[in-house]
């Protein structure tokens, strides 16, 4: 029985690397996805690319966070690609982990993600966006 569930949380982690941007997929690690359950696991695809894949009360589309990563790719130009884009990559790790697990459980929930997604459009500076929300979601995960 542990074996499967090893096995699961594996698999799962693999495939996490398929539907996460292939310029996240590299700074976004599978060894640290640990998911509390396969529902956790299709929470968390929700998260990054809008798919429902059939999960109770979801609201398929936009926002997602691949979409969101393109969009601050392309606030902060060239210049500021080399710093932001593993920022951003390992922020949507961390938030979306937190967020689809059991509401019972977690610490960030959607109107976490609403207020995430204002700060990151209302920033005039990308990198700074990334930087306010990173602060407020560790702010949300502190003990």
């Keep these: 029985m ?3 569930v090893a096995a699961m ?8 690397q398929t539907y996460v941007r292939d310029d996240c997929s590299g700074l976004v690690s599978s060894a640290t996805l640990r998911f509390d359950s396969a529902e956790h696991a299709r929470w968390y695809r929700r998260f990054w690319t809008g798919d429902c ?21 392309a606030r902060g130009g060239p210049a500021e690609r080399a710093v932001l884009l593993p920022k951003a990559c390992r922020l949507g790790l961390t938030i979306g982990l937190e967020w ?15 207020a995430f997604n204002t700060t990151l459009e209302a920033s005039g500076d ?6 306010a929300v990173e602060a407020a979601a560790k702010a949300k995960l502190a003990p």
Excluded: Y
Excluded at 53 to 73: E, M, Q, R, T, Y
């Design 126 to 131: 990308a990198l700074r966006g990334v930087e």
């Design 2 to 4: 542990i074996a499967a």
């Design 100 to 114: 689809s697990r059991d509401k019972a459980v977690r610490k960030i929930d959607t109107r976490d993600l609403r």
């Design 53 to 73: 894949d059939h999960l109770a009360f979801c609201f398929p589309g936009s926002p997602n966070w691949n979409d969101i990563v393109g969009k601050l790719l």
């Design 9 to 16: 949380g594996f698999a799962s982690a693999l495939q996490a």
